[in-house]
């Protein structure tokens, strides 16, 4: 036995190695139809292996659609419309056979002909960004786009034989479970870390040092103030400009900019510990603790900056935590002024008339902050870990797919 190089790579019409197949089941309306499993264009968008382990909606078809658009082991399925060009052809691949699954409308069967075209292959190629970018000059639309049969039929992709398709999705497969591994982890991590948060934070779970010590309602205004820092502005001033990201996403750097080059001279500092407010997205979640590393930064007069008015009633780590509940984004929500979501005014003063409840001492809210905090940073952990590893299989897998690495087989 010897090894051999084999990757070698032929433009080839998809057409050519696999059935295209548009699925239109859900425009039925026929009086036979049956429950089925749909896959909706969801699912494909949020996995790129489509197995038993999914939750599919339920939906209906005839039984001619069904025979026509059931979803078999190894076939791709793929966007065929979409309102961006760019989230056309995203592919998923049926690792499975599962019962009643039908292919939903929005979506096109790639089924690959047996000896000629490896699906698992087939699916990790559509992920290349060349190929994406091939694929978006295809579409045809102005504020929604789609690819038709006919161009989905003439495109060209380039391909090695069979069996070195398959030997390469075996690789990226591996290193596809290992991430699927680490996806799973982080879920469970966050779904811990979203139960903690829900019962530290309103006194269900207690620490033992602290439990017989009652929490205690206090209104804002008590425990809150708001700061103006106004800066001397000058044209030449450099300006560290921060703003924050919807969902509790905290702080993110601005383009730094001169004072002459930003439209407003009505600007304020920021100092660790601050609570930074949205005036117009508050009620998406756009407020934040200023960490140490944000400090010397400078927010317009579009933001409201609050501190500790009692550093001995409230540690503001702690309410950091407190505003990414429901009810601390819904109060800010009332708080707010305005005929549309989109339109609304924070007004400080409204929230600051608010009350909340909180442990009785410092102490337990900033063993309360440093419980959340350790979750948290265990989550950023896998995160990065999780970005290293999706960018090392993605560069492997450039390389492989293009017959920049070519892959050794057995030949007897």
């Known amino acids: 036995m010897k090894t051999i190089s084999a990757n070698i790579q032929k433009p080839t019409r998809l057409a050519s190695v696999a059935e295209v197949i548009f699925s239109n089941v859900d425009k039925s309306t026929l009086p036979d139809e049956i429950q089925v499993r749909l896959c909706k264009i969801t699912d494909v968008y949020n996995n790129r292996r ?16 069904i025979e026509r658009f059931r979803l078999l082991k190894g076939d791709v399925v793929i966007t065929k419309d979409s309102e961006s060009a760019n989230d056309i052809a995203v592919p998923a691949y049926i690792a499975e056979d599962i019962p009643d699954l039908v292919c939903g409308y929005h979506l096109a069967i790639l089924r690959p002909k047996i000896g000629m075209l490896d699906g698992r292959f087939l699916a990790q190629l559509l992920q290349l960004h060349h190929i994406r970018q091939y694929f978006a000059t295809l579409a045809n639309g102005i504020t929604r786009f789609g690819l038709g049969t006919a161009a989905i039929n003439e495109a060209n992709i380039t391909l090695p034989n069979v069996a070195i398709q398959q ?28 139960a903690l948060m ?65 439209k407003t001279q009505d600007l ?20 934040a603790l200023v960490k140490p590393d944000f400090e010397g930064s400078h927010v317009s007069k579009e933001y409201v900056i609050f501190v500790s008015a009692a550093p001995d009633k409230l540690h503001m780590p702690f309410f950091s935590w407190l505003a990414q509940t429901p009810r601390l984004i819904r109060l800010a929500r009332v708080a707010s002024t305005g005929v549309h979501i989109e339109k609304l005014i924070f007004d400080p003063d409204v929230f600051l008339r608010e009350s909340i409840r909180i442990p009785a001492t410092v102490t337990e809210q900033k063993q309360i902050a440093v419980t959340l905090d350790a979750t948290q940073s265990e989550l950023r952990f896998l995160y990065a870990q999780r970005a290293a590893l999706d960018q090392q299989k993605r560069g492997l897998m450039r390389r492989l797919l293009t017959g920049a690495i070519r892959v050794r087989m057995e030949k007897t």
């Open 50 to 65: 489509i197995d038993g382990r999914l939750q599919f909606k339920r939906g209906t078809a005839t039984p001619r659609e």
């Open 268 to 287: 304020h500092e920021l100092k660790r510990y601050d609570f930074l407010v949205s005036k117009r997205q508050v009620v998406h979640g756009a407020w």
């Open 198 to 262: 829900q019962q530290l934070l309103i006194g269900k779970i207690r620490f033992p040092a602290f439990a017989s010590a009652s929490w205690k309602k206090v209104r804002m205004s008590e425990v809150l103030t708001r700061v103006f820092r106004p800066i001397e502005w000058t044209e030449d001033l450099p300006l560290s400009l921060v703003s924050l990201r919807r969902r509790c996403g905290g702080l993110f750097r601005r383009p730094d900019v001169l004072g002459a080059d930003y």
């Open 167 to 194: 030997k390469i999705a075996d690789i990226l497969t591996t290193w596809d479970e290992a991430l699927e591994k680490l996806d799973a982890l982080i879920a469970a991590k966050d779904r811990r870390k979203q």
